[in-house]
């Protein structure tokens, strides 16, 4: 059966927020502790010792990495505890008349609010975003507003998590009368009709009788389309109205095309504009189809997409837009098309790159139900808050153009009737999870669904009510049909993470289900790291319960190593590009993050799994995903050419556009390689001599593109170079430094110390190297280089001016670039 008709009329937008005069950033001027006490949040604590600071801030990252932290090496081996921020701050523009609000975008973990020493509330779950009144409590003068944030029962988290307010915070006020938060759902076809779902507060004493304007502005800002309508809001009553508008001649959102409109919802009364609520959104249908997968305005395409969890490598937690940014441009660039929010609730800011860029998302909730996979994650307060956080995440999110699909839960223990991780460390737990348990029929004696299939259905209720225009699914680990979560028959999309061998029966084992691979691959690579002989394949662990040791602490760069209970990334991406009932897949990972860094433990403190590194190096299989997922010619020969006279090396090549390839050793051919039907790259095993290796395609036999690789010499100079040299002022800088020889060619063994250091409109925030075991910390001025090269971080000030970056080396020539921030 199609889901055509079901998903075609979907609500299309970004973020949805108040208009900019009423919600103002509320970042800066913080002052924070690490410690803990209950007097702090009076305002008449003495806070003059505290460290002064601006969100989003995330302690955990500035810390040393330590076996003894409490999170282990899953956590990224790095501290927690709590800690408390306060802010003191004036409305020099109060009035009793008016309603302040303060909204979180997201602090981990177990935050509790106070303004003026009165609690506002209280959330554990640091993924969601939340709001809080201010009016009852609030003055013109000498607020303090305290946040307490509790981090410390760890391990809670089988990722990285941070600590602290890690995303944005604001201030909001409005009058009386408002758009609700979060109040608006716009639903939008193809030809041009849109139905917006409107919630009006009303928090005064009165009715009021207003007008309701809705305006749809083009992206030029020009109107398009307008409606009025008259309203009676009681108090304390939301008044919840549809209206119904058309738009002649629409631009359609698309991955290539990504156009939005903007819903202004105005408040009109005596004349002038009590409120104020913008919604951008656009036009696109879509539907997933059980033979031939999915479908994007009319068009079958693969999603191409990835996992991704939500650190920014060296920057920890602490949201950053130019961070984010560069991680999906890079991933744009090897033709990933889809992003999953692993394995819970995003950043704002995410979303709305995926609406501008162009990427489809799957939207997700949980990684744990009931059953814990950690001794103190979510599961100690899911019962008490899995309706608000899930209703929560549909209401903030469901106006994104970019969000295709929503999952209630990542490979929770609910599949099965027994499947307990309690008594497992995490790394254990993470290992288990794809090992498979138990499964008992799906109903209890008296012939009632069972629990967790009943549990699906509700989950899945929730977001139908809220959202009933977009498909559901889960990542389950569990492919057998009598999965409790497939059993309750609440699921659109089948989604399955890994099992390969078993996608093949998906047809017969969920007849008319639309099917994808919600978390696929897990192959495990360091960048610059090569294991041979490339043609053997090496699982680590063998098994789950097996230990694996390598005194390298480091994973093959050839696709030639992969998660005992994976696969490689050419296999399969074999499966998915030849079988077109799947719907596509999430590699699983875009990008290296910190913890779970399988399939070591410490002093490993980061993953394997990304096809990007740590520190935002493409690793060598980033090619073949853009030789196959793009149209932009690829010719990508590896490893480097540096290795002992007579060795023998496997030299491996990405291309496309090309029929053949041929490798020259100082210039003696070694063969012309075609590629093997299902297979993705080409091989020469060949002896190393000093000097040259080359590759040359062609099409037709006419050469189009080469490749050519030079024996570096010894270390010579360190060579800066620059992603984007002119940024916004707050913005950041991301600066390669390179060891290489005198002829500028990057020495692939070089591990000097490098030292760096700032002058003028700047700082340093981070540095790393990509290398997953490295104890250095992010928060320096220093760092190795790692197969040649590392990466530093520069903040610019919130002015424009220039800053100068200057790295040094011992017995290396130092360089040094200039870098800019403009308005």
Known sequence: MKLKSIFLFVALSFTVTASAADRKLFDNHWLFALQDSVTMSSPNFNDNAWRRLSLPHDWSIEGDFQATNPSGATGGALPGGIAWYRKHFDVPSYDRNKHYFIDFDGVYMNASVYLNG???????????????????????????????????EQPNCRWYSGSGIYRHVYLVTTNALHVAHWGTFVRATTDGKVCAEIKIDNQGSRSETVTVRNTVLNSAQKVVSTVLRKLTVNPNKPAVFEENMLVDKTELWSIESPYRYVLRTEIVQGGGVLDRYDTPFGFRSFHFDAQTGFWLNGKNLKINGVCNHHDLGCLGAAVHRDAIYRQLRLLKDM??????????????????????????VMDESFDMWHRKKTKYDYSHYFDQWFERDLSDLVKRDRNHPSIMIWSIGNEV?????????????????????????????????????????????????????????????????????????????????????????????????FPGKPFIMTESVSALQTRGFYMMPSDSV?????????????????????DNMHASWSSTHESTWNVVKNNHFVSGQFVWTGWDYLGEPTPYGFPARSSYFGIIDLAGFPKDIYYMYQSEWTQKPVLHLFPHWNWLPGQQIDMWCYFNHADAVELFVNGKSQGLKQKEPNEFHVKWRVNYEPGSVKVVAYEHGKAVREEEIHTAGAPDHIRLTVEHGICKPGGLAFVEAEVVDKDGRRCPWAEHQLYFETEGNGEIVGVDNGCQTSMERFKDTKRKAFFGRCMVVVKMNTHEGKVQLKARGIDLKSDTVLLESKK
């Open 335 to 360: 033709g990933c098309n889809a992003i999953r929010c692993s394995h819970n609730p995003p950043a704002p800011e995410l979303l709305e790159l995926c609406d501008s860029m162009g990427f489809i």
């Open 118 to 152: 009165h609690l506002l509330g209280t959330r554990p779950y640091g993924f969601i975003s939340y709001r809080y009144e201010l009016t009852p409590y609030l003055k013109a003068k000498d607020n303090v507003m305290a946040v307490r944030v509790d981090n410390s």
């Open 538 to 558: 090496y699982k680590a662990p063998e098994e789950w319960w097996l230990p694996y040791s390598n005194p390298t602490f480091m994973c093959s760069a050839y």
């Open 413 to 509: 223990l609910e599949q099965w009737n027994s499947a307990d991780a309690d008594q497992l460390s995490p790394e254990e737990a993470n290992l288990i999870l794809n090992a498979g348990h138990a499964i008992t029929p799906n109903s209890t004696d008296d012939g009632k669904m069972n629990v967790n299939s009943q549990l699906t259905k509700r989950l899945v209720d929730i977001i139908k009510q809220l959202d009933p225009t977009r498909p559901v699914t889960a990542g389950c680990n569990e492919p057998s049909p009598e999965n409790l979560l497939f059993k309750s028959n609440a699921l659109d999309l089948i989604g399955y993470n890994y099992h390969i061998k078993n996608i093949k029966d998906v047809p017969k084992n």
